[in-house]
């Protein structure tokens, strides 16, 4: 393996080290170096040239978020966002078993069945008033209570179909 060393005069030396080299070193193909150059953890510096430190040093701390878990950068943001979404998810479920403890929820179908149950009794009540009216009006005629009737049931029918 050549190693070519930068000594500049105002840091720390540079060692270059050609693609060839660099794959053998890493046990990578050609094509997963380019790979690797293309996502930004390959360091290129110039025809053939690659900075050995800095490629090494992100070629490592890739493998360890793989290792961790983590991933590659878009899996870590991958799950990340889900752990995100299943932290709100499990605060919202808390926050309704909150409300649900301090009555300020109620259970949907004990209002569905509730409101039947004042529906149903005020729809007898409604269809009661013609009988009512013949005992407490006596001389009210039964064509006339007949046409109560029929108006007072054609208003619940078309009340529960939801017309004017």
């Not at 046990?27 to 293309?38: F, H, I, N, T």
């Not at 752990?83 to 499990?90: F, M, N, V």
């Not at 009512?132 to 108006?151: G, H, I």
Request: glycine share 6%; aromatic share 2%.
């Amino acid at each position: 393996m050549k190693i070519i060393s930068e000594l500049p005069l105002d840091g720390a030396p540079v060692h270059h080290v050609s693609g060839k080299d660099l794959c053998d070193l890493l046990d990578l193909s050609p094509a997963a170096l380019s790979d690797l150059k293309k996502r930004g953890l390959a360091v290129h510096c110039g025809h053939d040239a690659y900075d050995l430190t800095e490629t090494v040093r992100a070629y490592v701390l890739h493998l360890r978020g793989i290792a961790s878990g983590w991933g590659s950068a878009d899996q870590a943001a991958n799950l990340t966002a889900e752990r995100t979404r299943l932290a709100k998810e499990q605060a919202d479920a808390q926050a309704l078993k909150n409300a649900k403890l301090r009555d300020e929820l109620v259970d949907a179908g004990e209002v569905e069945r509730a409101w039947a149950d004042i529906l149903r009794q005020v729809r007898a009540r409604i269809l009661a008033v013609p009988s009512r009216l013949r005992s407490d009006l006596p001389d009210l005629d039964r064509p006339t209570l007949d046409a109560m009737d029929r108006a007072l049931r054609d208003a619940l029918t078309k009340a529960a179909h939801g017309h004017d």
